[in-house]
């Protein structure tokens, strides 16, 4: 009997690594790099997202303004806010916090931001950039997960990689700089046939798809990298909400190297950001 523990793979030292190289990049700029965010209604987990990034990135250096709007704007006002913040030189990066409110077409709003201030990453001009393999705005997301893997000297390359989940923030994009970065890479999801039998094969298994403990240690192959994007509130048996991931905290049994959650993706999202707003910054001319 060989008990095992997979090493923990922390967020806040690899994304106060990458926030230390914004903070230098963002110096040798003429001015700083100026972040605009804009948010709809109060949805409590969008109001302290939004708040935790602007802390950040005033921390580094740069400018951060927040829009915070009523939850009955319309499109329109939205995209008039959207033009005005394009065609603002003092405006290096935009983004616009989701998820929307019903009555306004994510899309719609998503490619009216100028793809050179797209530091989502989210407009099809930087999708097309990414999957061509010229990638520009990466998502912050799986951009961080790139960055965390080789903060811990994680190896990518030639490695079978499967990426739970499909969407357009995470998995998909995921797959993208996975390829690029020449892992074998399969995209899994909700009507995989045998789920588990595709992520036992993976030497690198990114689970991003919301379902609290969906990846067991059945699914896991023995020393296995294993990535959790998920972030779930669930009640504990304490009758408290609490932060639980996609994946069930037996994986640990059975991994090689796990991300903790929270403590783990989140924090690189956040430095990730940061870091593709100062890469705008410095594509874009100086006033
Ligand atoms: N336009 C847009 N861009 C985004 O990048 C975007 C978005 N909309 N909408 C929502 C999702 C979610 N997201 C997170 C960022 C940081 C943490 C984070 O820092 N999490 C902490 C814990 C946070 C907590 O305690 O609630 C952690 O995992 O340690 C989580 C989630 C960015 N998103």
Known sequence: MTATTARVLAGPPAAEALLASVAARAARLPTPPTLVMVRLGDDPASVSYVRGKDRKAREVGLRSTVHALPAETSQAELLALIAELNADESVNGILVQLPLPPHVNEEAVLHAIDPRKD??????????????????????????????LSHYGLPVARQRAVIVGRSHIVGRPMAALLLNADATVTVAHSRTVDLAAVTREADLLVAAVGRPHLITPDMVKPGATVIDVGINRVLGPDRRAHLTGDVHPDVAGVAGALTPVPGGV??????????????????????
């Open 119 to 148: 530091v989502d990453g989210f407009h099809p001009v930087n999708v097309g950039e990414l999957w061509a393999g010229r990638p520009t705005l990466t998502p912050c997301t799986p951009a961080g997960i790139m960055f965390l």
């Open 266 to 287: 989140g924090p690189m999202t956040i430095a990730q950001l940061l870091a593709n707003t100062v890469t705008a910054a410095e594509r874009q001319p100086t006033r």
